[in-house]
């Protein structure tokens, strides 16, 4: 499937690769969801996992990209 049409979101924040192993049925609905959206799939899974931080962590979003410590409290690399 390629990157469906429209505009990117233009965050312009730089990326980091990962791979994943998710359940099947959400990584499809999540691929049907970008494709409604007209957005990339990461982009969907950014905006997921900043709305579990806001409402989980409190973080703000400048905190959801900053916060770079693990659970223990200490710094991560």
Known sequence: ???PPGVMS????PKEKT???LDVE???????????EECQF??????A???YAARTWEWSDGEAT???HHADGS???
Not at 42 to 47: K, N, P, Q, Y
């Open 1 to 3: 499937m390629g990157r």
């Open 10 to 13: 233009g965050e312009g924040r």
């Open 19 to 21: 791979s994943l192993s």
């Open 26 to 36: 959400l990584m499809d609905r999540y691929r049907k969801q970008t494709w409604k």
């Open 42 to 47: 990461g982009e969907l899974i950014e905006r």
């Open 49 to 51: 996992l900043r709305d």
């Open 66 to 68: 900053a916060n770079t």
């Open 75 to 77: 710094a991560a690399s």
